[in-house]
């Protein structure tokens, strides 16, 4: 069983900064589509930033030019840098995992999450 485990949240002020962790077990981040999604208070979770296994990104247009998704998959992990934060970036920030394993069996998708790090901006 595949686990993501999240860091770096916190309470920072509009303007500031945040780096976003997500440490996966195993080895599967190297050839996952990976992604950071975000739930806030009463409302859906909804995309935030996705890095291919290929390297390609992907933005919410909230998030574009003051979010950066990266990954090092020699250690397994995925980042998520954020700059001038407002307060309706305010959420619960979650990590996401994606693919297909193809076995002698056939091929099985998987899709794994993490348990969420609170992010809070306020003055």
């Known amino acids: 069983q595949v686990q993501l485990v999240e860091s770096g949240g916190g309470l920072v002020q509009p303007g500031g900064s945040l780096r976003l962790s997500c440490a996966a077990s195993?080895?599967?981040?190297?050839?996952?589509?990976m992604g950071w999604y975000r739930q806030a208070p009463g409302k859906q979770r909804e995309l935030v930033a996705t890095?291919?296994?290929?390297?390609?990104?992907n933005y919410a247009d909230s998030v574009k030019g003051r979010f950066t998704i990266s990954r090092d998959n020699a250690k397994n992990m995925v980042f998520l840098q954020m700059s001038s934060l407002k307060p309706e970036d305010t959420a619960v920030y979650y990590c996401?995992?994606?693919?297909?394993?193809?076995?002698?069996?056939?091929?099985?998708?998987?899709?794994?999450w993490g348990q969420g790090t609170q992010v809070t901006v306020t003055s």
């Open positions: 996401n995992a994606e693919g297909t394993v193809v076995t002698s069996q056939g091929a099985h998708d998987y899709d794994y």
């Open positions: 890095i291919s296994s290929g390297d390609s990104t």
């Open positions: 195993g080895s599967i981040l190297s050839f996952s589509d």
